[in-house]
């Protein structure tokens, strides 16, 4: 039977392919096809305690039986994602949604975090950022940190979103947005989505920089082949 890999970020350099086809037998495993991966391509055992494999956008154990036309997602450590969205959002309409849904349950504040595009990393200069999202998985994700978010007791509302495209420095990013009955739970919480998002959303990173194009792979940087 036949199925279809793809791959992202800093794997495309690693196997010089965005994506390929492969012949298995009827009764391939998941598993299997890990093994085959690392041995075929040996330079992605640098991220091997966190590659993410994907069947058909969901999760999957190494004993799942592979089945015609499925396609496998490989992906290394995640850099980000979010609720996506192609533009920015009004931040003032947001909060004031937020305020006039939540004060009358109990809040007093809201937690806003706004991540936007560096213009340096180091020494060096940062013209552009490409973010990727592998979907329907992302939005999955994010649909799933915002409803952990909202069932922490003491949390009133939580919104995340994320852009996707090519962004310029100065451009906003992600917003994280929490409103609780105290801001302890509303920073903690905050705070835990975010690193959730970072670690957890398949959103992809290039770097396009006047050194050089990078992948930002998890919290390193890993330079994009020619």
Same mark, same amino acid.
């Given at each position: 039977m036949r199925i279809r890999v793809k791959y992202f970020s800093a794997l495309r350099d690693i196997t010089g392919k965005i994506a390929e086809e492969l012949d298995v037998p009827d009764d391939y495993t998941l598993g299997e096809l890990v093994?085959?991966?690392f041995k075929t391509y040996p330079k992605a055992l640098a991220y091997r305690d966190?590659?993410?494999?994907?069947?058909?956008?969901?999760?999957?154990t190494e004993n799942y039986l592979l089945r015609e036309g499925d396609e496998v997602a490989i992906m290394p450590p995640v850099s980000g994602g979010g609720g996506l969205i192609s533009g920015e959002i009004d931040i003032g309409k947001e909060v004031e949604d937020i305020i006039a849904r939540t004060a009358p349950r109990g809040a007093g504040g809201v937690v806003i975090f706004v991540g936007f595009v560096k213009g340096r990393v180091g020494d060096a200069e940062v013209g552009e950022l490409?973010?990727?999202a592998y979907e329907p998985y992302a939005s999955q994700k994010i649909a799933e940190i915002e409803q952990w978010a909202r069932s922490v007791d003491g949390v009133l509302d939580a919104r995340i979103y994320h852009r996707v495209g090519a962004?310029?420095?100065?451009?906003?990013? *992600?917003?994280?947005? /929490?409103?609780? *009955?105290n801001?302890? /739970?509303s920073?903690?919480?905050a705070r835990q989505a975010l690193e959730r998002v970072k670690h957890e959303v398949p959103i992809f990173k290039l770097?396009?920089?006047n050194d050089g194009d990078y992948w930002v792979v998890g919290?390193?940087?890993?330079?994009?082949?020619?």
């Open positions: 093994d085959w991966f966190d590659v993410i494999f994907l069947v058909n956008g969901r999760n999957a490409d973010y990727e962004l310029k420095p100065g451009d906003h990013t *992600i917003y994280v947005m /929490v409103a609780g *009955i801001r302890d /739970v920073f903690s919480v770097e396009r920089r919290d390193g940087r890993r330079i994009k082949k020619a």
